[in-house]
């Protein structure tokens, strides 16, 4: 890791179609085919009932905003400050971390939607503010 290129996502054998998706423009996660459990990070199992099949499904990219961070000091050359990182909880109900774009006001349960960011070939989840109507 070096200079301003940014950090490649660590793609596994559990995370390639999650990637290979998101190359697409698809947000997906995996859907447990024993208790239909979503499961995002991909896993090699179920995290309710251990089960190991599965089947990849498409979630909406809307959500609302459970936490964020505002950075202003620099830890990766790649990252100018200032920038925000937030929390997601999607409509689907699993969890997301992604970069903020758009900028606006963030607050506690403010919706938003995905966007995929193209970084040195890599789609970044990053969410914007999504505001009434929109
Ligand atoms: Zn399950």
Known sequence: MTGRTWPAPVVGADTAPFWEHA???ELRAQRCTDCGA????PGPVCPACFAPGHEWVALSGRGEVQSWVEYHRQYHPAFPV?????????AEGPRIEGLLAGGGTVTWRAPVRLVWQEREGHPIPTFELAGAGS
């Open 23 to 25: 190359r697409a423009g």
């Open 38 to 41: 979503l499961r995002l990070p």
């Open 82 to 90: 200032p920038y925000t990182v937030v929390l997601v909880e999607l």
